[in-house]
């Protein structure tokens, strides 16, 4: 009797406790979404038994992040910070040969002990260091940097800046199109690759001379340039046309280190030729490959390009899916890839002598694989909806996933959160559309609740299992709403095919698969309350705001973020052609029609929705011109509407205070329009 009174006062403890635990936590906010640190990038010790780890930490009080260096066991025992100070530490790497760690601080390449003592600078270059790769050998280091093309010396780049830094005259004469770029005034400077010589202690300019950037601003990946294994060649990307803005033909080049040879083109393919890695054995170098000129969006294959032989071999034909990135095995007999799959990013394992290819590790969105030298261990970045980047690993067999680091654990246990789920509806074609769906924090399935309906950008992207510090899941559900995420016709993971299908129609079969998505959910979902639903999106996600704005009336209020409203206007004010002349068939003269029927400004009269408008002024993909010619149609209209404008930004909102101040305004739109 006394040890049944004993087992039911621990059983009380135990579902009390439970019950407190659960009370004590709290819909997250944005200090919550802000106290949270990103991991970077990761480097793994040859012998497998430590990772490196960048960090970055944000501040309100600063108004910006600082990046420090983390150093873990590979079994998740003894992390520590090894470097923090109030210049950031970033892209850590283990120095080859060696008991370092080497990292970019101040524009310059450091190392220090795996303990973080003894910091030592390496490089001292003036224009400073981007990116950088050691050789094998650790004699080595291959980076980039910016400089005059016309510059041969250091001291000539110093020259030409101080010069442009001390005229009174801030003019600039353009010849060329690609004059601005994403968010910057593109200048006089390129990207140019340079190789270090860590005993002599001298530089040389690979790419001396060269107009367009090594490596390519756009479309290229964060893995472009490599030495091969033995030191005596590098390969590198580069876009031979990227000034004239409307080419995607992204090439790899392999140049030999003996101080005679010039470039050699290695690749065939008129689209996107990017991240050529050389196999640990040398026989061979692989590339992600797109097939199409002029398409950003195309399926990327791997390409094998035998050494000996100089023949090509896609490896990855077989499978409908796009692959990211791609690792070798260091017996040079796999490679591991990362392709999107649904609302995954997976990881597929190839092997190279029977070309089978199979799905390795499927759930939630992976990233930068890495191997034990043993090749028994494969590490890698994992996030979720619940969980920003961490570092995994797993077994050579897909076997034994483990957690390695959880950096934001005191943040996250505070936090009530729910997982993803997802539902099919039928899309326009009978087509089925993969739509995700995440309950609001402390959700009662007896209760109705508020949607908001989310759609994503690219237009040729996915909303997926991710934690995303901008359009994040549970930041919009904080407040008590259901968050809808469909990814229509256009959208990634689901086949090229499906991808395909939005070019030259952005308002016509997407529409419908958007739109017959929301209907399955308030028909479906009894805890939606089919009276309260709000929608927004960004980029090509502000577009179709943008015409929904003009052709429906579902929702309560909309929120347009850096949407495209004039499609003809657009044309005039983009940086890269290659998009909209792609996505319309030509250019506004050649398509006027295309470019008429799609456009969302001739049918904003039809507009009784209430439209927040947001941009940012360094927006050169989807220029500021868009929301004002939007917020003066909706003002003259007499629509409710308001205008949130951000000097300092770009396409994304990416200061702390500014998004803290972005998330009150869009969840203060939606709070005024609740019925």
């Not at 497998?48 to 420090?68: H, L, M, R």
């Not at 689209?271 to 890695?277: M, N, S």
Request: with cysteine; net charge negative.
């Amino acid at each position: 009797m006394h040890n049944k009174f004993k087992y039911l006062v621990l059983l009380f403890l135990f579902l009390f406790g439970s019950q407190l635990s659960i009370a004590q936590k709290r819909a997250i906010n944005i200090d919550d979404l802000w106290a949270l640190k990103r991991i970077s990038s990761f480097d793994v010790k040859p012998d497998g038994n430590k990772i490196a780890f960048a960090a970055t930490s944000f501040s309100f009080e600063t108004n910006k992040g600082n990046s420090d260096i983390y150093i873990v066991n590979s079994d998740g025992s003894q992390l520590k910070v090894i470097l923090s100070s109030e210049k950031s530490e970033s892209s850590p790497k283990f120095v080859p040969n060696s008991n370092l760690i080497s990292y970019i601080k101040s524009g310059q390449v450091w190392t220090c002990n795996i303990d973080g003592s003894d910091e030592k600078q390496v490089t001292n270059i003036y224009s400073g260091v981007n990116d950088y790769k050691w050789s094998n050998d650790g004699s080595r280091i291959l980076f980039t940097s910016n400089v005059y093309p016309d510059c041969k010396t250091q001291e000539c780049n110093e020259m030409k800046d101080k010069e442009e830094e001390s005229s009174k005259v801030k003019a600039k004469i353009f010849d060329q199109l690609m004059y601005r770029h994403w968010n910057d005034w593109r200048g006089d400077k390129r990207s140019h690759l340079f190789i270090f010589d860590i005993k002599n202690n001298s530089y040389k300019d690979l790419t001396e001379g060269f107009t367009e950037d090594v490596p390519p601003l756009a479309l290229g990946s964060s893995n472009d340039f490599n030495f091969s294994p033995d030191g005596s060649e590098v390969v590198y990307t580069m876009n031979p046309e990227f000034s004239t803005a409307i080419s995607t033909n992204n090439e790899i080049y392999l140049l030999k280190l003996d101080g005679k040879s010039t470039p050699k083109l290695l690749s065939q393919s008129k689209g996107v030729d990017c991240q050529p890695i050389y196999s640990p054995d040398g026989k061979y170098i692989a590339w992600t490959s797109m097939k199409r000129a002029g398409f950003e969006a195309d399926k990327k294959d791997i390409i094998l390009y035998d050494r000996k032989s100089g023949k090509l071999r896609n490896l990855t034909e077989s499978i409908d899916r796009s692959v990211e990135d791609f690792l070798w095995s260091n017996d040079s007999k796999s490679i591991f890839f990362i392709a999107q799959n649904e609302i995954y990013n997976s990881i597929y394992k190839l092997d190279l002598s029977t070309g089978k290819i199979a799905l390795f590790h499927k759930e939630n969105f992976n990233a930068q694989i890495k191997l034990s030298s043993d090749d028994k261990t494969i590490f890698f970045l994992k996030q979720k909806a619940t969980l920003p980047y961490e570092i995994f690993s797993l077994d050579r067999d897909g076997s034994n996933l483990k957690q390695i680091t959880y950096i934001n654990n005191d943040v996250l246990s505070q936090i009530e959160m729910n997982s993803v789920e997802t539902f099919w509806s039928d899309g326009a074609n009978g087509d089925k559309v993969q739509s995700i769906l995440v309950k609001p924090p402390f959700f009662d399935p007896s209760k109705k609740y508020p949607m908001i309906f989310l759609i994503h950008g690219g237009p040729q992207g996915a909303w997926e299992d991710n934690f995303h510090f901008r359009w994040n899941y549970q930041m919009f559900a904080s407040e008590g709403y259901v968050i809808i995420a469909p990814n229509p016709r256009g959208s990634t993971g689901y086949g090229q095919k499906f991808t395909d299908e939005i070019s030259g129609d952005w308002g016509g079969k997407v529409f419908e698969d958007l739109m017959s998505a929301y209907d399955y959910a308030v028909n479906n979902f009894s805890f939606i309350d089919k009276n309260n639903t709000f929608a927004a999106g960004a980029s090509y996600g502000g577009y179709m705001i943008n015409w929904i704005a003009g052709h429906t009336d579902r929702f309560n209020a909309l929120v347009s973020h850096a949407g495209v409203f004039n499609l003809e206007s657009m044309y005039g004010t983009t940086e890269e052609l290659w998009f909209p002349e792609w996505e319309y068939g030509g250019t506004p003269w050649e398509k006027r029609e295309v470019y008429h029927k799609w456009s969302p400004h001739r049918f904003i009269h039809n507009c009784k929705t209430p439209v927040l408008v947001v941009h940012g002024a360094y927006d050169f993909r989807v220029p500021e011109e868009q929301a004002f010619q939007l917020f003066t149609s909706l003002q003259r209209l007499g629509v409710e509407s308001k205008f949130l404008y951000f000097p300092d930004e770009t396409h994304f909102v990416a200061k702390p205070l500014n998004a803290k101040l972005w998330w009150a305004t869009v969840l203060d739109w939606f709070r005024k329009y609740k019925k």
